[in-house]
């Protein structure tokens, strides 16, 4: 059988720099740019009215569409999909039954000499300080998955407004190629005009198109998988507080949790 008590030294999650996010970005632009690079004027490809018209015009719609707090929060969030914290269900299990085991041998009242343990779980934390002080198992798990719940919401308005920005990106580049057309053909008199409008015409497309699929549509994916990953571990969390907090033998806590995570992911903790 696993050791009986909480592992030694407080829950830490390791943080990393995600390699298939800065890998897949950095190898999509870097081809794009070789790609670029093999024609005869690279810089053709800069055009500042059609920047302003697609980066502009994307997020100011966006933020239409929102708000400044949610606009704010969405680019917080964004630059976290370069970062990732290693947070495992398998090891998330294993602990919570280490804490179940520890609760039944030597009570609920032995878990608050390891609340500094795990104060680097949120969701662990408040379910063990709400066990210690006598809350109910049932109401336990309520709380916290009123708190799940509230967390996906917030995640999902951060993938709501980068898929709007997906959708958006293509509908500017849309706008600026009409304008860059009727500027054209109000200036077919004046040869030197018509170079400048063709390439708004013809960039403000080019940007929406690898704004939307290759920077936003990337992001609100990962950011989606993160919140899987993370909903995930929070619900070992949920059911183990439940358990400990209504006193139930650590082996059906095993199976309930096996019952939820997916088959590599199991735990033998008892054989």
Request: hydrophobic share 45%; net charge positive.
């Amino acid at each position: 059988m696993a050791e009986a008590t909480p592992s030694s030294g407080p829950l830490r999650n390791r943080t990393t720099v995600d390699a298939a996010t800065v890998l897949g970005l950095a190898v999509g632009f870097g081809l794009l740019a070789t790609a670029i690079g093999f024609g005869s004027s690279p810089g053709s490809f800069i055009n500042i009215p059609s920047i302003l018209i697609v980066i502009g015009g994307t997020l100011a719609i966006t933020t239409a569409s929102f708000s400044l707090p949610e606009m704010g929060r969405t680019l917080r969030v964004s630059l976290k999909t370069f970062v990732r914290i290693n947070r495992d269900p398998t090891r998330a299990s294993f602990q919570s039954l280490q804490l179940a085991e520890l609760a039944r041998k030597q009570g609920v009242l032995a878990l608050q000499n390891v609340m500094g343990a795990v104060q680097a779980e949120p969701v662990l934390h408040k379910g063990i300080g709400m066990v210690v002080d006598g809350t109910p198992g049932e109401e336990v798990e309520a709380i916290l998955r009123r708190d799940m719940q509230a967390m996906f919401q917030r995640h999902q308005k951060s993938i709501n407004v980068l898929r709007r920005m997906a959708e958006l990106a293509p509908a500017m580049g849309l706008i600026g190629t009409l304008i860059g057309l009727v500027q054209m053909l109000g200036n077919l008199d004046d040869p030197g005009a018509i170079g400048p409008s063709m390439a708004v015409a013809l960039l403000t497309t080019f940007y929406g198109a690898v704004l939307a699929n290759m920077v936003f549509t990337p992001l609100a994916n990962k950011l989606e998988r993160n919140s899987t990953d993370e909903a995930m571990v929070n619900q070992v969390y949920v059911l183990s507080t439940g358990s400990i907090g209504r006193q139930e033998n650590p082996r059906r806590l095993e199976m309930l949790l096996n019952s939820i995570l997916p088959p590599e992911k199991r735990v033998n903790y008892f054989d």
